[in-house]
């Protein structure tokens, strides 16, 4: 006899333009294929709460100011939608639901997803992990991280983001590529290399360029320069160019137009910008560190050491100057990702927690 399907909350103080927004949308309308029922708790203003609506899922908006009226407004939307599982994404929402439970007022499923290499205090670990049902973590990565910083292991699951293939191989809007083209300017034949992330370790990136002879355009999607990347910029030779991007909703495009995709960052939980790089077949270079490890193979990217320019210099001249290099690598990550890391697995295998967590619930 099949399962039932469940009425389900994600729940997101967030949900503005970072990765993590793009992957639990796709998840809930993945989950919502699946035949559940998903409601999406979020502040009114995110780009999270336009993609759902958009999407025809519902949204309640949410204030995530103060713990208590949070907490409050969490357990009336929670009864009013007869929530089953709620699934927090983020630190605000996680404690709020914790409160609920140590109160005794949270009786549906409860599933914590950590979608980042964990900073949070050991102490506050060990709660929040001892009161949720579950603990998914998004890599082997972060799993690791969480043990070793006090979470209960016997809590926690292992869930890769998977990637919205429809989405990828779906062509970017004319004006999405018009706006990409013209960000970038004239590249005068230089092959773009593209970093698509809101701010993290972009400067290494840039520094890099110093050391690389054959010139190259460095285009940085999702960030405004401050005074760190200025700084970086200085340091680069006049045969490169560098350009700063705030964040769009559509930068797949600028995919489209780079030769090389690259992620300088040490806090990758499993980055859902490099798992679209891969999946269009662009060669990437990762730091060594954090999730990357868990997409990225010696056969299928590069990882280097984070924070030396030096690595990331040899990385990106070793890719300039081998187009078969670049092509075996470009070909091995989309192979290994559209097999290994779809959104259908992910939605699968999320489902399948969220029923232990009720499992969970009934035997406590």
């Not at 806090?267 to 730091?287: F, K, N, R, T």
Request: one cysteine or more; proline letters at 5%.
């Amino acid at each position: 006899m099949p399962a039932a399907p469940l009425n389900i909350l994600q729940l997101t103080f967030q949900g503005d333009g970072a990765g993590s927004t793009q992957s639990i949308f796709s998840l809930s309308d993945q989950l919502r294929r699946r035949g559940h029922r998903v409601v999406l708790g979020v502040r009114d203003e995110s780009l999270l709460a336009k993609l759902g609506r958009e999407a025809g899922i519902p949204v309640v908006p949410l204030d995530f100011t103060r713990l208590g009226p949070l907490a409050a407004r969490l357990a009336e939307v929670i009864a009013a939608e007869r929530v089953d599982v709620v699934n927090s994404h983020a630190t605000k929402d996680r404690r709020a639901l914790t409160w609920l439970r140590w109160r005794g007022r949270l009786r549906a499923g409860f599933v914590v997803t950590r979608r980042t290499m964990p900073l949070t205090s050991p102490l506050e670990l060990f709660c929040i992990g001892h009161t949720a049902d579950r603990t998914i973590a998004v890599s082997q990565a972060v799993s690791r991280a969480l043990t070793a910083r006090w979470h209960p292991g016997a809590r926690l699951r292992v869930v890769p983001n998977g990637i919205d293939l429809a989405r990828i191989d779906r062509a970017p809007s004319a004006a999405a590529m018009d706006f990409a083209r013209r960000s970038i300017g004239d590249t005068h034949d230089r092959p773009v290399i593209a970093i698509v992330a809101r701010r993290k370790d972009q400067d290494i990136a840039v520094r890099a360029l110093a050391a690389v002879e054959r010139p190259a355009m460095l285009v940085c999607v999702g960030v405004d320069e401050d005074a760190g990347l200025g700084e970086a910029r200085a340091t680069v030779p006049e045969r490169h160019a560098v350009r700063f991007v705030p964040f769009v909703p559509e930068a797949l495009a600028f995919y489209h137009l780079a030769r090389i995709a690259a992620l300088p960052s040490v806090i990758e939980g499993l980055s859902q910008a490099l798992l679209e790089a891969m999946a269009l077949g662009l060669p990437v270079v990762a730091s060594r560190a954090g999730g990357n490890a868990d997409l990225v193979t010696e056969q299928s990217g590069m990882l280097v050491d984070p924070r030396a320019p030096a690595a990331w210099a040899a990385a990106f001249t070793r890719l300039l100057s081998d187009d078969g290099l670049a092509a075996r690598l470009g070909a091995a990550g989309r192979a290994r990702v559209r097999a290994e890391f779809t959104l259908e697995r992910t939605a699968e295998r999320t489902e399948a927690v969220y029923r232990e967590a009720l499992t969970a619930i009934r035997i406590d």
